[in-house]
T-cell receptor, first 114, second 110 residues
Protein backbone atom coordinates (compact mmCIF):
# COMPACT_ATOMS: atom_id res chain seq x y z
CA UNK A 1 0.00 0.00 0.00
CA UNK A 2 0.94 3.64 -0.25
CA UNK A 3 3.24 5.01 2.38
CA UNK A 4 3.44 8.49 3.85
CA UNK A 5 3.87 11.10 1.16
CA UNK A 6 5.13 14.66 1.49
CA UNK A 7 5.09 17.57 -0.89
CA UNK A 8 7.05 19.35 -2.10
CA UNK A 9 10.19 17.24 -1.89
CA UNK A 10 12.29 20.39 -2.02
CA UNK A 11 11.39 23.97 -1.23
CA UNK A 12 13.69 26.96 -1.64
CA UNK A 13 12.44 30.25 -0.29
CA UNK A 14 13.74 33.63 0.73
CA UNK A 15 14.11 34.89 4.27
CA UNK A 16 10.88 36.39 5.49
CA UNK A 17 8.58 34.40 3.21
CA UNK A 18 5.73 32.07 4.23
CA UNK A 19 5.85 28.36 3.39
CA UNK A 20 3.48 25.42 3.66
CA UNK A 21 4.60 21.81 3.77
CA UNK A 22 2.09 19.04 3.18
CA UNK A 23 1.89 15.51 4.56
CA UNK A 24 -0.40 12.69 3.44
CA UNK A 25 -0.34 9.93 6.06
CA UNK A 26 -0.97 6.26 5.48
CA UNK A 27 -4.69 5.74 4.98
CA UNK A 28 -6.47 4.96 8.23
CA UNK A 29 -3.66 6.16 10.51
CA UNK A 30 -5.09 8.43 13.18
CA UNK A 31 -1.75 9.58 14.60
CA UNK A 32 0.43 12.01 12.66
CA UNK A 33 3.76 13.55 13.67
CA UNK A 34 6.06 16.26 12.37
CA UNK A 35 9.80 16.18 12.99
CA UNK A 36 12.65 18.42 11.87
CA UNK A 37 16.12 17.13 11.05
CA UNK A 38 19.14 19.38 10.70
CA UNK A 39 22.35 18.21 9.05
CA UNK A 40 24.28 15.80 11.24
CA UNK A 41 21.51 15.54 13.80
CA UNK A 42 18.70 13.13 14.52
CA UNK A 43 15.10 14.16 13.87
CA UNK A 44 13.57 16.43 16.53
CA UNK A 45 9.90 16.23 17.47
CA UNK A 46 7.72 19.20 16.54
CA UNK A 47 4.06 18.24 16.94
CA UNK A 48 1.74 15.24 17.28
CA UNK A 49 -1.86 15.01 16.06
CA UNK A 50 -4.41 12.48 17.20
CA UNK A 51 -7.21 12.82 14.68
CA UNK A 52 -7.87 16.49 14.02
CA UNK A 53 -6.42 17.81 17.26
CA UNK A 54 -2.86 18.68 18.18
CA UNK A 55 -2.30 16.45 21.20
CA UNK A 56 1.26 17.67 21.81
CA UNK A 57 2.83 20.75 20.19
CA UNK A 58 5.64 21.12 22.70
CA UNK A 59 8.32 20.79 20.03
CA UNK A 60 7.29 23.76 17.92
CA UNK A 61 10.24 26.16 18.28
CA UNK A 62 8.24 29.42 18.30
CA UNK A 63 4.99 30.99 17.19
CA UNK A 64 6.13 31.25 13.57
CA UNK A 65 5.43 27.53 13.29
CA UNK A 66 1.88 26.20 13.09
CA UNK A 67 0.35 22.96 11.89
CA UNK A 68 -3.19 21.85 11.08
CA UNK A 69 -5.00 18.64 10.27
CA UNK A 70 -8.57 19.80 9.68
CA UNK A 71 -10.09 16.52 8.53
CA UNK A 72 -7.91 14.12 10.45
CA UNK A 73 -5.95 13.00 7.41
CA UNK A 74 -3.73 15.42 5.48
CA UNK A 75 -1.66 17.80 7.58
CA UNK A 76 0.01 21.08 6.69
CA UNK A 77 2.97 22.57 8.52
CA UNK A 78 3.06 26.33 8.12
CA UNK A 79 6.08 28.52 8.73
CA UNK A 80 5.74 32.30 8.77
CA UNK A 81 8.53 34.82 8.28
CA UNK A 82 11.06 32.11 7.50
CA UNK A 83 14.61 32.46 8.81
CA UNK A 84 17.82 30.90 7.55
CA UNK A 85 17.90 28.76 10.68
CA UNK A 86 14.65 27.09 9.58
CA UNK A 87 16.57 25.33 6.79
CA UNK A 88 16.28 21.61 7.48
CA UNK A 89 14.58 18.40 6.41
CA UNK A 90 10.98 18.33 7.63
CA UNK A 91 9.77 14.78 8.18
CA UNK A 92 6.23 13.60 8.66
CA UNK A 93 5.32 10.25 10.19
CA UNK A 94 2.08 8.43 10.88
CA UNK A 95 1.06 5.48 13.01
CA UNK A 96 -2.08 3.43 13.44
CA UNK A 97 -3.29 4.85 16.72
CA UNK A 98 -0.28 6.48 18.37
CA UNK A 99 1.53 5.34 21.49
CA UNK A 100 4.03 2.55 20.87
CA UNK A 101 2.68 1.82 17.38
CA UNK A 102 5.41 1.95 14.75
CA UNK A 103 5.83 5.38 13.21
CA UNK A 104 6.30 5.29 9.44
CA UNK A 105 8.14 8.23 7.97
CA UNK A 106 7.61 10.02 4.71
CA UNK A 107 10.51 11.01 2.42
CA UNK A 108 10.61 14.52 3.87
CA UNK A 109 10.61 18.04 2.50
CA UNK A 110 14.01 19.69 2.32
CA UNK A 111 13.52 23.38 3.10
CA UNK A 112 16.22 25.87 2.21
CA UNK A 113 15.83 29.47 3.31
CA UNK A 114 18.16 31.83 1.46
CA UNK B 1 22.93 16.77 28.43
CA UNK B 2 21.11 15.31 25.43
CA UNK B 3 18.21 12.96 26.14
CA UNK B 4 19.69 10.28 23.90
CA UNK B 5 23.43 10.10 23.35
CA UNK B 6 25.31 8.15 20.70
CA UNK B 7 28.84 8.12 19.35
CA UNK B 8 28.45 9.74 15.91
CA UNK B 9 31.26 7.67 14.36
CA UNK B 10 31.96 7.04 11.58
CA UNK B 11 32.68 3.38 12.14
CA UNK B 12 34.61 2.05 9.15
CA UNK B 13 34.66 -1.75 9.16
CA UNK B 14 35.55 -4.45 6.64
CA UNK B 15 32.88 -6.65 5.17
CA UNK B 16 32.19 -9.59 7.45
CA UNK B 17 33.15 -7.76 10.64
CA UNK B 18 31.06 -7.56 13.79
CA UNK B 19 30.29 -4.05 14.97
CA UNK B 20 28.53 -2.77 18.08
CA UNK B 21 26.82 0.55 18.71
CA UNK B 22 25.90 1.90 22.10
CA UNK B 23 23.47 4.50 23.27
CA UNK B 24 22.44 6.00 26.61
CA UNK B 25 19.22 7.78 27.50
CA UNK B 26 18.53 10.16 30.36
CA UNK B 27 14.77 9.89 30.94
CA UNK B 28 14.13 6.96 33.24
CA UNK B 29 10.40 7.19 32.41
CA UNK B 30 11.08 6.22 28.80
CA UNK B 31 8.80 3.45 27.75
CA UNK B 32 9.89 1.93 24.47
CA UNK B 33 13.14 1.74 22.61
CA UNK B 34 14.07 1.32 18.98
CA UNK B 35 16.85 1.33 16.45
CA UNK B 36 16.08 3.11 13.19
CA UNK B 37 18.23 3.04 10.07
CA UNK B 38 18.64 6.09 7.86
CA UNK B 39 20.29 6.00 4.46
CA UNK B 40 21.83 9.16 3.05
CA UNK B 41 19.14 11.72 2.15
CA UNK B 42 16.36 9.24 2.95
CA UNK B 43 13.81 8.96 5.72
CA UNK B 44 14.45 6.92 8.90
CA UNK B 45 13.09 3.38 8.82
CA UNK B 46 12.46 1.12 11.79
CA UNK B 47 15.17 -1.53 12.07
CA UNK B 48 13.99 -3.17 15.26
CA UNK B 49 12.42 -2.61 18.63
CA UNK B 50 14.53 -3.24 21.72
CA UNK B 51 13.37 -5.32 24.67
CA UNK B 52 14.87 -5.91 28.10
CA UNK B 53 15.19 -9.61 27.36
CA UNK B 54 17.24 -8.82 24.27
CA UNK B 55 16.04 -9.60 20.80
CA UNK B 56 17.56 -10.80 17.58
CA UNK B 57 16.60 -10.38 13.95
CA UNK B 58 18.94 -12.24 11.65
CA UNK B 59 22.38 -10.64 11.91
CA UNK B 60 21.11 -7.91 14.23
CA UNK B 61 20.87 -8.17 18.02
CA UNK B 62 19.52 -5.43 20.27
CA UNK B 63 19.79 -5.19 24.03
CA UNK B 64 18.32 -2.90 26.66
CA UNK B 65 19.60 -2.35 30.20
CA UNK B 66 17.00 -0.28 32.04
CA UNK B 67 19.06 -0.01 35.22
CA UNK B 68 21.97 1.57 33.34
CA UNK B 69 19.70 3.31 30.80
CA UNK B 70 21.78 1.80 28.05
CA UNK B 71 20.83 0.38 24.64
CA UNK B 72 23.02 -1.55 22.25
CA UNK B 73 22.93 -2.86 18.69
CA UNK B 74 25.21 -5.61 17.41
CA UNK B 75 25.61 -6.31 13.72
CA UNK B 76 27.31 -9.57 12.77
CA UNK B 77 28.81 -10.44 9.40
CA UNK B 78 28.54 -6.86 8.12
CA UNK B 79 27.46 -6.36 4.51
CA UNK B 80 28.19 -3.43 2.22
CA UNK B 81 24.45 -2.77 2.26
CA UNK B 82 24.56 -2.19 6.04
CA UNK B 83 26.31 1.14 5.41
CA UNK B 84 23.95 3.75 6.82
CA UNK B 85 23.33 5.87 9.90
CA UNK B 86 21.84 4.01 12.86
CA UNK B 87 19.61 6.07 15.10
CA UNK B 88 18.94 5.16 18.72
CA UNK B 89 15.36 6.14 19.53
CA UNK B 90 13.37 6.38 22.74
CA UNK B 91 9.60 6.81 23.09
CA UNK B 92 8.78 9.53 25.62
CA UNK B 93 6.27 12.34 26.04
CA UNK B 94 3.51 10.22 27.47
CA UNK B 95 4.23 7.52 24.94
CA UNK B 96 3.84 9.48 21.75
CA UNK B 97 7.05 11.35 21.06
CA UNK B 98 10.14 9.74 19.55
CA UNK B 99 13.41 11.19 20.80
CA UNK B 100 16.32 10.44 18.52
CA UNK B 101 20.03 10.31 19.11
CA UNK B 102 22.30 12.04 16.61
CA UNK B 103 22.94 8.71 14.90
CA UNK B 104 26.03 6.58 14.40
CA UNK B 105 27.40 6.38 10.90
CA UNK B 106 28.53 2.95 9.68
CA UNK B 107 30.62 2.41 6.57
CA UNK B 108 31.23 -1.18 5.55
CA UNK B 109 34.14 -1.52 3.12
CA UNK B 110 35.48 -4.26 0.87
Amino acid sequence: GAGVSQTPSNKVTEKGKYVELRCDPISGHTALYWYRQSLGQGPEFLIYFQGTGAADDSGLPNDRFFAVRPEGSVSTLKIQRTERGDSAMYLCASSTTGGPDTQYFGPGTRLTVL
Amino acid sequence: RKEVEQDPGPFNVPEGATVAFNCTYSNSASQSFFWYRQDCRKEPKLLMSVYSSGNEDGRFTAQLNRASQYISLLIRDSKLSDSATYLCVVLTGGGNKLTFGTGTQLKVEL
